[in-house]
């Protein structure tokens, strides 16, 4: 189906798994411009981990719901080449088009939940590959220049149950002994580590916005300060903030907090309320930052 001129161009974004060194960005990107020469094209990421669908899924959760509506392509593939399916899901604002190994899951659960998905098995949609090792360029790329186009869905392949959809592995925070027991689920640029943790489980715990935290990484107990914002956490202070995703992430004022903490991407980290007897094993530099803190609040 030809595009609409008289309509707004269509909207593509992309997130990927290929950086930027070689050219895997720019072929996929030709090829959906191929099939939709007015539509444009919005990089979310290229610089997911090399093959990390867990990364990748939180990413695109992360990010759908600020994306315009139209076509998201997402490939991140660990297992081209293998049987598992090329699929295009529909969802209330458009499509997400990608591999079905959990990396959509979670940003189409945002997004309402499926309301029709199809196998991308239709030879006529697609590029006729030298080898089936670039399922980004001959598979997915022109499906989302299809659907950009105008193409119905269902030409592209046969339609599937939406429940036969691999989950996205979220995990959840548990209840240690009083205390959240979460894990990292990103570290920004910045070095903050985001957590699993909901600012209301810290609050059923008895932590209050602007009181202290114990922080568990491994062996490594500390003590922190829950704040509103970056700008509040003290110098040296380590603290505890809601981000703009609404999760709870540890921050350290312009320094890596990540890097300092030993933390990545799944490590353990438990908060909870901070024990009567530790409450005087603050570091001076720490409470000290912890006092400018509450008396500029």
Request: glycine letters at 12%; one cysteine or more.
């Given at each position: ?286 409470a000290a930052g912890a006092a400018k803190g509450r008396a500029g609040a």
């Amino acid at each position: 189906m030809p595009e609409d001129s008289g309509s707004d161009p269509p909207v593509v974004s992309f997130l990927s798994d290929y950086g930027l060194t070689d050219e895997f960005v720019g072929v996929c990107k030709a090829v959906v411009l191929r099939a939709a020469p007015t539509a444009q094209m919005i990089d979310v990421t290229h610089n997911i981990p090399p093959f990390d669908v867990r990364a990748g899924a939180l990413a695109l959760a992360r990010s759908v719901q600020y994306l315009p509506p139209g076509v998201v392509l997402a490939v991140v593939d660990p297992g081209v080449g293998t049987d598992r399916r090329a699929v295009a899901v529909e969802v209330e604002t458009g499509f997400l088009v990608g591999p079905d190994n959990g990396l959509l899951a979670p940003a189409v659960a945002m997004l309402g939940g499926a309301m029709r998905v199809v196998s991308l098995t239709n030879p006529d949609y697609q590029l006729e590959a030298p080898g089936a090792t670039f399922a980004g360029r001959d598979i997915f790329a022109p499906a989302a220049g299809y659907l950009a186009a105008g193409t119905p869905v269902e030409r592209l392949g046969e339609l599937v149950d939406p429940m036969s959809l691999i989950p996205g592995v979220v995990p959840l925070p548990t209840d240690e002994g009083g205390r959240a027991a979460g894990e990292v689920l990103w570290v920004d640029r910045y070095g903050n580590a985001q957590l699993n943790i909901d600012p209301s489980d810290l609050a059923a715990l008895g932590v209050e916005p602007g009181g202290a935290v114990e922080i568990r990484c491994g062996q490594d107990r500390r003590t922190g300060r829950w704040v509103g914002s970056f700008a509040e956490a003290g110098p040296l202070e380590l603290a505890v903030v809601v981000d703009s995703y609404g999760l709870v992430s540890l921050t350290l004022d312009r320094r890596a907090a990540a890097e300092e903490l030993g933390l990545h991407a799944g490590s353990a980290v438990t908060l909870g309320p901070v024990p009567a007897e530790g409450m005087g094993n603050v570091p001076p530099t720490r409470a000290a930052g912890a006092a400018k803190g509450r008396a500029g609040a």
